[in-house]
């Protein structure tokens, strides 16, 4: 019996899309409470020191104020660092937690939280807040840092350190015919989602809380709050059905989460606290790094060495780590190559993850660094990288579980016309503009978390599939509906996906380009094993045309389960939940990555991504024409959704490459770019035409043979851009973003 509705692999409609754009889906600024009030957080006005003292007269006489805290008068909190650290996504150091003490350690810190009637009251009265200092000069600038920078550190966990060397790095480089060695820069950068950080916390009396807060995995902020305040985890329940954009910053708990607790607990009422979008730079960023690569090769082009060295900020009270250099030992061939990753501390709150952390900073040096080789060489960029191909990982020195990189150069390559590219720069023009075709590789590990789901099944044949993953608008509803119609052959309007809330089946944070293969399988075990219970009941009625069937005799499709045999013999779904004296059939189960494959194989996303540029000769403005990005990544579930989720990706390299730039004044320590309008991001006519190739791959790291996109779209995005620049310009801009003083 043939399932008529394949789902999988089809450009699927969003299947909360009518929700959205009917303004029915709730974020957590947005559900409600009959005793609600609002907070509001004052920010410190300095980037270093202590307080001397705080004046809230005026704050405690505004209209509407119900109470006022501070370091000086808030609730006990723990001293130790150990509750702050159940934290998954935590990193090496000592947790930030605000209104602890007197001590500022970054401009913006909350030094205040006001509790109003109205979330206006609240923010006016918040601005009342008047504090005196004892400043200390701030460093915001990881070069100005630099010279103590260090690499003695302990390893973040799931964050690999750079691997060992291998040969002589240092001899080849200076034995090599070709060599070059230069250094790289690229702004840091804020996420700037739509929807900004907010918690709503619900007293629902007796102790109990329902927590509704952005974040990327619920049970992530429920282990933290019940750590911090010695909560019973029986009496917290965390939601977050919809998030509106995250790119990583709300991985972890933020202070929003932990004031309008602390706030909740005290006031024994409801809080909601929304950060304003200024608070949106007082956390989380892509990190400051500089980079130096050093790259030899012989005259054929075969690469002889590859050095990269790469010192990234971090705050003072953390040591945060992303796997920057790593790459460089991964994605080419080459018998001598050395990678060092070192920190140096500044006076910032803490950088995040932000869409590919790691591959996004360090691939952009090594392929421009690449792009610049092809040049000393004389060979076309392509070549070069064909030249070079890795056929596995030397990192590890393990084989691909598949790569097809190779097809991605040649499809990307096709449709982007890049044999038509004169290979001189500042050699092709349309009109008064210069004309620039660049391209680079990007690369993304292909990651798995356990999971857990569950699938019920009611007797009017509708299929509810749930897990504690969260969908931070990639589709994860719509791809776990898929999966769960195509295993029960049901319309995709007769399954129900359910995310983000501690009372589902547990999942871990979504990051990293994990969540469709690990909650996707996740679901798909649950399926199978509500099918093996349906069975069961099925073998069990009088008369049953499947007494004797296993599992592996029967199809399930069209609400009937029937043998393959015989597809006339057959029981329906109802009479299956029927026969098990209950309203429907749940099953519940688990997934985790296959441990013994991942010892044997790499497991990897590629893609081969190639951008033309047009520069006006006279002003320098830039323009991104086209870009072709050919991915590989495994099967794809949604040809729509995935389509998105590249197109987003290289929208941010278009913005890490041209735009993005948070802009730090060196003297206070202040982001004075802190607002949308002054931080630039690519707007509509900066985005033009972008095609997207999947192209085939069949890989085997787990039963849905899914990789992952999230990331790879943005990884060698703004690296083709660069070099596209500097083969329409000839000029060689080595720190992004590009903007037009650079340029001229």
Known sequence: MSNVHPYVGRAQPRVDGALKVTGRARYAAEFRADDMVYAAAAPATIAKGRIVSLDL???????????????????DIPESDEPYLNDMVAVPGSPFRPLKDDRIVYSGQAIALVIADTHENARHAASLVAAEYEAEPPVVDVAAARGEAYDTFEPRDG???????????????????IRLRNDYRVAPEHHNPMELMATTVVWE???????HTKTQGVINPKNYICAVFGLDPDNVTVNSPFVGGAFGMALRPHYDLVLATMAALKLERSVRLVLTRAQMYTMGWRPDTLQTVALSANGDGALSSISHHAIQATS??????EPIVNWSGLLYDCPNVSLKYELAKIDTATPSDMRAPGATLGVYALEAAMDELSYELGVDPLELRLKNYAERDRNDDKPFSSKELRAAYAQGAERFGWSKRSPEPRSMRDGKELVGLGMATGCWEAMMQPHSASATLSADGRLEVACGTADIGTGTYTILSQIAADEFGLDIGDVTARVGDTTLPMAPVEGGSWAAASAGNAVRVACKALKENLLKHARGLDGSPLANASLDHVAFANGRIALGSDESQSVSFADAVRASGEAAVTAKADFAPDEDFSKKFAAYTHSAVFAEVKVDEELGVIRVTRVVSAIAAGRILNLATARSQILGGVVMGIGMALHEETLWDKRLGRVVNANLGEYHMPAHADVQNIDVIFVEEDDKANPLGVKGLGEIGIVGAAAAIANAVFHATGRRVRELPITIDKLL
């Open 57 to 75: 007269s005026k704050a405690r006489s505004a209209p509407g104020v119900i109470d006022i805290l501070t370091h000086e008068n808030r609730p």
């Open 159 to 177: 964050i690999p350190p750079p691997p060992p060397p291998r040969g002589d790095a240092e001899a080849a480089f200076e034995g090599a015919a």
């Open 205 to 211: 009396g007796e102790g109990r809380l329902t927590i």
């Open 316 to 321: 003072r009270y953390e040591d945060y780590q």
